[in-house]
Structure formats: C-alpha cells, structure tokens
C-alpha cells in the first residue's frame, strides 16, 4: 500500500470563496480519483486525474467549479470554487494501487463546511 | 448502467458474534471486482475484502470472509469474532472490468452502519 495524506484534514469557509485541497502520495500513481461525499450519503466521483493530460468529470461536475491540477505523479489538488452551503461535505482522493493496479486507497478526507 | 444496492442501513452485533451485510448489483458484464470498505468516524476509507468475478472462491481476510454469488448478483460480508472496533460504516462498491477496467471507476452503495454492543 500507500501513505495518501491531505491538507487541509478540515476546513469552515465562507460563502462565494474557495478552498483549494491537497492529496499527496508517496509512491507515483498513474491514476489520482476525487470523490465527494455528501452528509449522511455515499462517495461520488468527481473526476480521475491522470497526470499530463486534462481530468475527465462525471456527469453532474464541471471544471469551472472543481478544477483540478496533476503536475506530477505523487500530488494532485482539487479546488472547490465559488462554494455555497451545498458544497460541504467530504472530499476524498484515492490512488490506484496494486499489482493488477485494480484497487482504489482513500486518504484520509478533507471535511468541508460552508457557511 | 450499474447499480449497487445495500437494503441495511444500520446493523446491530454482540462483540464476540457474527454478522453479515448484504450487497446485491446490477450489471451486464462479466467481468469486474467488487470490494468492501470501512469508514470509521475517522471518516478513512479502508479497503476490507476485494473480490474478483472471475474467481469462483470467496475472498477472505482474516475475521471477514465475502458470500459472492455471480449468478444472484449479490456479494455480503461476515464479520466474525466481532470487535468494538469493527464498528464503522460500511460500503459495498463495484468496478467494472471492461476496457481493461480502464476508467477504473468505482460505484457505492449507500452503505450499511454497523454498530458493536459489548
């Protein structure tokens, strides 16, 4: 496995701002995955970021609200922009490990609230 | 499209008893993994069990063992010899196989709580 860490663990924001999250990995990872998830609910995925390429979104996200940077196979940030009370929740990156490279490792999550 | 449904959302053990969760999905293909995972209040997902379609053998790990019924389409989870610790909630979740499991997407279901009585 993997040590998958995030900055920052939690944050409170205000309305209209943003707040960028970081997901660091020790080992190069091809495969980089932001989920949401919501109060009380399951994860969804937000986007896969592969290095050196643009992230690919699911239905329901786009990139003027999460974009997302992959400069380098070990780091990768999602930033939730413009954000209202509807955006807390928690955000998790995961990484494809593995020999059959099959499995996803979650860090730890970044607790989110909007006020 | 594929869906994953688990009909229990909290679940109640005696530490030192067996329990089970269910997972049923819904796919067309045939090749894919299924995997269980745990999040404590901690709120860390961690990887419990993963099973491959292919594989006609139940994955174990240690106390969880998985019931993976292909032509039923369900997958649930024994805990057994269970522990305070145990106590989390738990997600059912699918990735399919197909292009290489390219997308390497994973779908959840909505998760089963598992509470741990001493």
């Known amino acids: 496995s993997a040590v998958i860490s995030q900055k920052p663990s939690r944050d409170i924001c205000q309305r209209g701002t943003s707040l960028t999250i970081q997901c660091q990995v020790d080992s190069q990872v091809t495969m980089m995955f932001w989920y949401r998830q919501q109060p009380g609910q399951s994860l969804t995925l937000i986007a896969t970021?592969?290095?050196?390429?643009?992230?690919?979104?699911e239905s329901g996200f786009v990139i003027d609200k999460f974009p997302i940077s992959r400069p380098n196979l070990t780091f990768s940030t999602l930033t939730v922009s413009n954000m209202s009370p509807e955006d807390s929740s928690i955000y998790l990156c995961s990484v494809v490990l593995g020999q059959g490279r099959d499995t996803q490792y979650f860090g730890p999550g970044t607790r989110l609230t909007v006020l | 499209a594929q869906t994953v449904t688990q009909s229990q959302p909290e679940m109640s053990v005696q530490e030192a008893e067996t329990v089970t969760l269910s997972c049923t999905y819904d796919?067309?293909?045939?090749?894919?993994?299924l995997f269980w995972y745990k999040q404590p209040p901690s709120r860390q997902m961690i990887l419990v069990i993963r099973q491959e379609a292919y594989k006609q053998q139940n994955a174990t790990e240690n106390r969880f063992s998985v019931n993976f019924q292909k032509a039923a389409k369900s997958f649930s989870l024994k805990i057994s010899d269970s522990q305070l610790g145990d106590a989390a909630m738990y997600f059912c979740a699918y990735r399919s196989d197909a292009y290489g499991g390219a997308t390497n997407k994973l779908i959840f279901g909505t998760g089963t709580l598992l509470a741990v009585q001493p």
């Open positions: 796919t067309s293909e045939s090749d894919y993994y």
């Open positions: 970021a592969n290095q050196g390429s643009e992230a690919t979104y």
